[in-house]
């Protein structure tokens, strides 16, 4: 007959799901009429990943190694982000700023992120012009690209 109340307290990163016997509030009150056992149930915090759409290039997630596609994971999730640009780009930075690829991060919150690429200079160039020539050359090993009598290098600043 005597009134009794429990508390579930998670551990840190963790929350309360329910008691063993479905009771799902974490204070549970009931009134003790005989031998009683209860069991208070936790499950890990989980996070979303969300990877927004990269313009001319894609975002990569892997688990351990292994590719997933999978956009929730366990507190403590160690996840790798490998941008992947297209021809003719390459990756610049995440929309955080951060510039590392791959980029290691564990999860301790929900994120969102999106790889940005950039054109290479040497696409630029031949895109940039009108004129009907241009010309990619080899001298001493390295590639210019050469348009209204100018020739440029690869991040396309003029050279003499």
């Known amino acids: 007959g005597t009134e009794i109340s429990l508390t579930a307290t998670p ?4 929350h309360f799901v329910q008691w063993s016997n479905g009771a799902t509030a974490a204070t549970y009150t009931f009134t003790l009429t005989g031998d009683t056992t209860l069991t208070a149930e936790f499950a890990i915090n989980q996070h979303t990943v969300t990877v927004g759409e990269a313009e001319n290039g894609s975002v990569k997630v892997a688990v351990n190694g292994k590719d997933t596609t999978a956009t929730t994971f366990d507190y403590g999730t160690v996840l790798t982000l490998t941008a992947m ?3 003719s ?11 590392e690829s791959p980029r290691v ?6 994120i969102s992120i999106t790889a940005i690429f950039k054109q290479d200079a040497a696409t630029q160039l031949l895109e ?12 001493n090993g390295q590639v210019f690209i050469i348009r209204n009598g100018n020739t440029y290098d690869l991040t396309g600043r003029k050279t003499e």
């Open 85 to 87: 640009a297209n021809v």
């Open 11 to 14: 551990a840190e990163h963790y």
């Open 128 to 139: 940039a012009t009108t004129e009907t020539k241009v010309q990619k050359v080899m001298r």
């Open 105 to 110: 991060i564990t999860l301790t919150e929900n």
């Open 89 to 99: 780009y390459s990756f610049d930075q995440w929309s955080d700023g951060n510039t």
